[in-house]
Structure formats: structure tokens, C-alpha cells
């Protein structure tokens, strides 16, 4: 009698340890699986509102990238003209932007048209048309970054 009340404390004791094993495992990879799909949709919110992702879909900030409507440019100056710049982007390539009398142009101060001009660094934010071209909303004049010297 004693060895199958032992044979059957053993086999309960296998029985419940792997059972709590399979709910733990299961527990876990739920909470997983939940905060994956909260993450996922915090970024789908934060990628859906268009701040600062990038056209790869990426998050971050580079030369160009998306704001809540519009489209986010920013560079060096190469030209300007009476209504457009054309900005060379950090990432590659350039982007011609368009302004208007309504375009806010800032700076550490509220600049104009004339507070535009070749080799400053820029960041464009405005609308943008389906041939690529931005018309800006608005756009910042950005100090020189000057790297520090090793």
C-alpha cells in the first residue's frame, strides 16, 4: 500500500508542478504577446500622427520626415528665390520648398524672406503636394552646429 500512495503523491506532485510550469509559460507569454501589441499600437499612434518618422517608417529625425498633415524638411540652404529654397537634406538629396506671404519664417527672433539665405541650416514643416514639393508652413533658421574638437 505504501508504494502506490507514494506512486500516487509522485505522480500529483508531477502532475501539479507541470501544470503551474504550463500556466506560468502561459501566463508569460500572454503578457508578451499584450504588451508587444500595446507597444505596436502606441507606435502605429505615434507613427499616425506623423511626428518624426521618417518615409522609411522608421522613428527618428533626419532630413526629412512627417508631421500631423504635412511634411518636415530640414537642411542647408543651396538656393533661394522670391517665393522657394532648395535645401540640401541631411539624409540625401534636396527638396525644393515653396513659401508664401503666410509662411512663418523664425529664427531666435521672427525672421522674413530675406533671413534666408545659402549654407544656413533650416527646418521646413508644411504641406506636401503629390509631385514632392513642400509648401511651408513654416521655417526655422537653426544655429551652426559646430562639432566639438578632439
Known amino acids: 500500500m505504501k508504494s502506490n500512495k507514494s506512486l500516487v503523491i509522485t505522480l500529483?506532485?508531477?502532475?501539479v508542478v507541470t501544470v503551474a510550469g504550463g500556466?506560468?509559460?502561459?501566463?508569460?507569454?500572454?503578457?508578451?504577446?499584450k504588451n508587444t501589441s500595446d507597444f505596436a499600437?502606441?507606435?502605429?499612434d505615434f507613427m499616425g500622427s506623423g511626428a518624426f518618422t521618417q518615409p522609411d517608417g522608421t522613428i527618428g529625425f533626419s532630413g526629412a520626415g512627417?508631421?500631423?498633415?504635412?511634411?518636415?524638411v530640414t537642411g542647408k540652404i543651396l538656393?533661394?528665390?522670391?517665393?522657394s529654397i532648395t535645401v540640401e537634406?541631411?539624409?540625401?538629396?534636396?527638396?525644393?520648398?515653396?513659401f508664401s506671404d503666410t509662411t512663418t519664417i523664425s529664427k531666435s527672433t521672427e525672421g522674413t524672406t530675406s533671413?534666408?539665405?545659402?549654407?544656413?541650416?533650416?527646418l521646413a514643416i508644411g504641406q506636401s503636394s503629390s509631385d514632392g514639393l513642400v509648401t511651408a508652413?513654416?521655417?526655422?533658421?537653426?544655429?551652426?552646429?559646430v562639432a566639438p574638437k578632439e
Do not use: C, H, W
Request: no cysteine; net charge negative.
Open 12 to 15: 500529483a506532485t508531477i502532475i
Open 23 to 33: 500556466s506560468f509559460f502561459t501566463g508569460t507569454k500572454y503578457e508578451q504577446s
Open 41 to 44: 499600437g502606441r507606435r502605429a
Open 66 to 72: 512627417q508631421v500631423r498633415g504635412g511634411q518636415m
Open 79 to 83: 538656393s533661394v528665390d522670391e517665393n
Open 89 to 98: 537634406k541631411f539624409d540625401s538629396g534636396s527638396q525644393t520648398i515653396y
Open 115 to 122: 533671413d534666408l539665405t545659402v549654407g544656413q541650416e533650416i
Open 137 to 145: 508652413e513654416n521655417i526655422q533658421i537653426r544655429p551652426e552646429v
